[in-house]
């Protein structure tokens, strides 16, 4: 019965999110243009450079570039944080209270359902790309990496999202967040191996990325598929990835108890 | 009857003054506005700020492996990145807020309101609203320019600078006019944020050196249709480059601001035509 009820939500957000096709595929044709730019501009770097940049060369370098366009296409949430925001803000969060359901269960299921129409709209344009780069793509050579692969993602996926919800839940507290979460996706877009492979960055930084939360929301399981980390560090890889998505977890369900506590249904 | 009939030369100065007044009310309306949420207001030059110094990590972390990129030095190219902050925070300073609400206002209808004040209806909805912080990161960009010229010992001329400054203002016209056509197709597809989500893609590669695109469709596309790798490149050519001749560069960003300008223009001009308001 329980089960019955998220699954009918799940429907909704499907139909819901069906509007948003086109937004979509803009999102994502559009999106090519800064992936050739970061390619182009490689290339240039590998000319001038003439060897490998930490064991990349320009063919591993794309090949990383096209996992996170794919990767971020698949798990990043797009809208989830500004309309959970917006329902706190303008106390349609009321409605939620009064439904025999968790509200973050009913946000995961809408995220999950977001996600899934989003990667089947984009699939095409992605597909092209993976065609016109094929000669730099690589499968990875053990099947357990696709193993490793798959939960580092799972994982990668709820940690963004209870990160987005975290945030989201100040708006109990603060009427205008858009600043708050611009200033976390300054950090994320930088240190989440967005704009370059991390461990292209200079040694001593190699502690904090190590540790740092961004790193396992996307760096982590592109590596994890080109095979650049394995064995006992994979393990413990994934140990850290696990302890922060508990830790998000932990501020998402706290925040929420709190908030709600606080929340006077503003125009409800 | 004949005392209302205004003489063509002092026409032009009358609308100029008057759209110039309807402006200057509209920027000081934004700056009260604006000044009512201090917090807010300093949290977006922070958020603007650590996009910027995120920008010069990443050229930091590169120039740690190379000593150029395509010929450009690792000063030359924080000038480059600097010239791009500078024109688009000045763009976003007079334009960005406005064109961003186009979709909402063609969806809810509230654009009817605007076609009907007695302006130019492009003016209308390009102009209600002003960020002064915006103002203060193009500042930030202005430094940065004048740090890195300072890195690479250069004294431009007064010639460079003024043709610089021209440079930028076509500049901020070619990113106007960008985001114009792309919420201008708002009137098409209903929930066009995609659409303001790919200005900020396509500018992405406006901060590159444009010797790293290979001459390709890629590069003319981008370089005369939607010309985002001239944008700021041709500027911080003629102020650091002396060694190359901006004069070629300046003239293609003369001719493919008009080109996209007037493209832009005549494409709202269609779009307003089979427009037929949401409410009621």
Redesign the interface.
């Known amino acids: 019965m329980t089960l019955a009820k998220y699954i009918k939500v799940f429907d909704i957000g499907l139909q819901n999110t069906f509007?948003?096709r086109?937004?979509?595929?803009?999102?994502s044709v559009?999106?090519i243009?800064?992936l050739?730019?970061a390619v182009?501009?490689w290339?240039?770097?590998f000319?001038?450079?003439g060897e490998a940049?930490n064991g990349y060369d320009y063919s591993s370098m794309i090949f990383y570039f096209m996992l996170t366009v794919f990767l971020e296409n698949l798990i990043t949430p797009t809208e989830d944080e500004w309309q959970i925001a917006g329902e706190i803000r303008d106390g349609r969060i009321s409605s939620y209270l009064t439904k025999p359901m968790n509200y973050l269960g009913y946000r995961i299921v809408l995220f999950l359902s977001y996600r899934l129409l989003y990667i089947t709209v984009v699939l095409v344009p992605i597909i092209v790309l993976a065609w016109v780069f094929r000669d730099h793509l690589r499968m990875p050579e053990h099947a357990i990496t696709w193993l490793a692969f798959g939960t580092s993602t799972v994982m990668a996926a709820f940690l963004q999202f209870f990160i987005a919800y975290a945030l989201a839940m100040i708006a109990f507290w603060v009427l205008?967040i858009s600043?708050?979460v611009?200033?976390l996706y300054?950090?994320e877009?930088?240190l989440s191996g967005h704009?370059?492979p991390l461990d292209?960055?200079?040694l001593w930084l190699s502690g904090f990325i190590h540790w740092s939360p961004f790193t396992y929301e996307l760096f982590f399981p592109a590596q994890i598929f080109m095979e650049r980390v394995q064995g006992a560090a994979l393990l413990q890889g994934l140990a850290i990835q696990a302890g922060w998505l508990l830790l998000s977890w932990f501020c998402a369900i706290t925040l929420w108890s709190r908030g709600v506590r606080k929340y006077q249904a503003v125009g409800g | 009857m004949n005392r209302f009939v205004i003489q063509p030369p002092s026409f032009v100065i009358f609308i100029v003054s008057r759209y110039l007044e309807i402006y200057w009310m509209m920027i000081r309306n934004s700056l009260i506005r604006e000044m009512s949420?201090k917090a807010?207001f300093l949290?977006?030059i922070?958020?603007e700020f650590?996009?910027f110094v995120?920008q010069v990590?990443?050229l930091e972390?590169?120039y740690?492996?190379?000593?150029?990129?395509?010929g450009w030095s690792k000063w030359e190219c924080v000038l480059l990145i600097g010239t791009h902050q500078i024109t688009s925070q000045i763009f976003q300073a007079f334009f960005y807020v406005n064109l961003a609400e186009l979709p909402e206002l063609v969806r809810t209808g509230r654009l009817d309101l605007n076609l009907l004040l007695p302006v130019d209806a492009q003016f209308a909805v390009s102009t209600r609203k002003f960020g002064m912080d915006n103002i203060v990161n193009a500042l930030v960009g202005v430094a940065i320019v004048v740090f890195s010229l300072a890195k690479l010992h250069v004294v431009p001329s007064a010639m460079q600078i003024a043709l610089y400054i021209v440079a930028v203002g076509f500049g901020v016209a070619i990113h106007y006019a960008v985001l114009f056509g792309l919420a201008t197709a708002a009137f098409w597809?209903?929930?066009?944020?995609?659409?303001i989500?790919?200005y900020f893609?396509?500018f992405?590669?406006a901060r590159?050196?444009e010797?790293?695109?290979?001459y390709s469709i890629?590069k003319i596309v981008?370089s005369y249709f939607i010309p985002v790798i001239i944008v700021a490149n041709v500027p911080a050519i003629t102020l650091a480059r002396s060694f190359q001749s901006p004069w070629a560069g300046l003239a293609q960003l003369v001719v493919a601001t008009v080109f996209i300008v007037s493209l832009t223009r005549a494409f709202w001009h269609f779009a307003l035509r089979r427009y037929s308001s949401a409410s009621s």
């Open positions: 509007v948003y086109w937004n979509f595929l803009l999102r559009f999106g243009v800064p050739l730019g182009f501009l290339k240039a770097i000319h001038s450079k940049i205008e600043t708050i611009f200033i300054s950090f877009f930088f704009v370059f292209v960055m200079p | 949420f807010n949290l977006w922070v958020v650590l996009w995120g990590v990443f972390v590169i740690g492996h190379v000593d150029n990129i395509a597809i209903v929930r066009a944020q995609g659409l989500y790919g893609n396509v992405n590669i590159f050196p010797s790293i695109f290979p890629f981008f």
